[in-house]
């Protein structure tokens, strides 16, 4: 009998659901009862560089295990080379202090794909609300982690190219939506044809490759 319960891991999420390892998105405010990500969203680039010290301070604290979500909007928010040194700032402040990535990314793909180019990060990025299936190739070829969420539901590209996707490559969130990360996971293990417990251990050990400063038992209301 496996005595360990089952850990189903959420890694982006602005709404806290019961049932779930989840990274919630900080509001600037530490979260003391939750891991979190802490970051400057692009659509509020603008005036980063006034930004930047609390976000220091957020992303230093214990609970805080990843920057983000950073990144750039082509349909909302500042200038796009306003977003780029806000982005470009933060993925330094990843880099001094170990801290993975979650990436925000609307219609700017070529230009976050420059960016990992030319920076050369050590820590992992993570494409969130990942829901293009022509980016795939691209974002396999650059080693990011794809984060799916709750369109992998109903966006019929999205589960035909799922099975394209690494295993090791596999995260899951709910981010905005208040479909629970079970749906997602369950919707994932039946279109690749895995048991949900075979599809929460690849899972598992992604988030704890990628997620290094997570430690299990510190949030117990967040087990499962
Ligand atoms: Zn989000």
């Given at each position: 009998m496996n005595i360990l319960a089952s850990m189903?891991?959420?890694?982006?999420?602005?709404?806290?659901?019961?049932?779930?390892?989840?990274?919630?998105?900080?509001?600037?405010?530490?979260?003391?009862?939750?891991?979190?990500?802490?970051?400057?969203?692009?659509?509020?680039?603008?005036?980063?560089?006034?930004?930047?010290?609390?976000?220091?301070?957020?992303?230093?604290?214990?609970?805080?295990?990843?920057?983000?979500?950073?990144?750039?909007?082509?349909?909302?928010?500042?200038?796009?080379?306003?977003?780029?040194?806000?982005?470009?700032?933060?993925?330094?402040?990843?880099?001094?202090?170990?801290?993975?990535?979650?990436?925000?990314?609307?219609?700017?793909?070529?230009?976050?794909?420059?960016?990992?180019?030319?920076?050369?990060?050590?820590?992992?990025?993570?494409?969130?609300?990942?829901?293009?299936?022509?980016?795939?190739?691209?974002?396999?070829?650059?080693?990011?982690?794809?984060?799916?969420?709750?369109?992998?539901?109903?966006?019929?590209?999205?589960?035909?190219?799922?099975?394209?996707?690494?295993?090791?490559?596999?995260?899951?969130?709910?981010?905005?939506?208040?479909?629970?990360?079970?749906?997602?996971?369950?919707?994932?293990?039946?279109?690749?044809?895995?048991t949900?417990q075979?599809?929460e251990s690849?899972?598992?050990?992604?988030?704890?490759?990628?997620?290094?400063?997570?430690?299990?038992?510190?949030?117990?209301?967040?087990?499962?």
């Amino acid at each position: 009998m496996n005595i360990l319960a089952s850990m189903i891991f959420d890694v982006h999420s602005h709404i806290k659901q019961p049932g779930s390892f989840q990274i919630l998105q900080s509001n600037g405010a530490v979260l003391e009862d939750s891991f979190y990500s802490a970051g400057i969203h692009p659509w509020k680039a603008a005036n980063f560089k006034s930004k930047i010290n609390d976000l220091l301070k957020l992303a230093e604290h214990e609970n805080c295990i990843a920057i983000g979500e950073c990144g750039l909007d082509r349909q909302t928010g500042p200038a796009l080379g306003i977003q780029q040194e806000a982005l470009e700032a933060q993925l330094l402040l990843s880099e001094q202090l170990q801290l993975p990535v979650i990436i925000h990314c609307v219609r700017s793909f070529s230009e976050i794909v420059q960016v990992r180019k030319n920076l050369k990060p050590k820590q992992p990025w993570v494409f969130h609300g990942f829901n293009k299936s022509s980016l795939l190739d691209k974002l396999i070829s650059e080693d990011l982690m794809i984060s799916i969420g709750s369109s992998i539901l109903n966006n019929t590209s999205l589960q035909e190219c799922l099975n394209q996707i690494p295993n090791q490559n596999l995260l899951f969130e709910t981010d905005n939506s208040d479909i629970e990360i079970k749906a997602i996971y369950q919707k994932a293990a039946a279109l690749k044809e895995l048991t949900l417990q075979e599809l929460e251990s690849i899972v598992e050990q992604n988030f704890k490759r990628t997620f290094k400063k997570w430690t299990i038992g510190s949030k117990e209301q967040n087990c499962y």
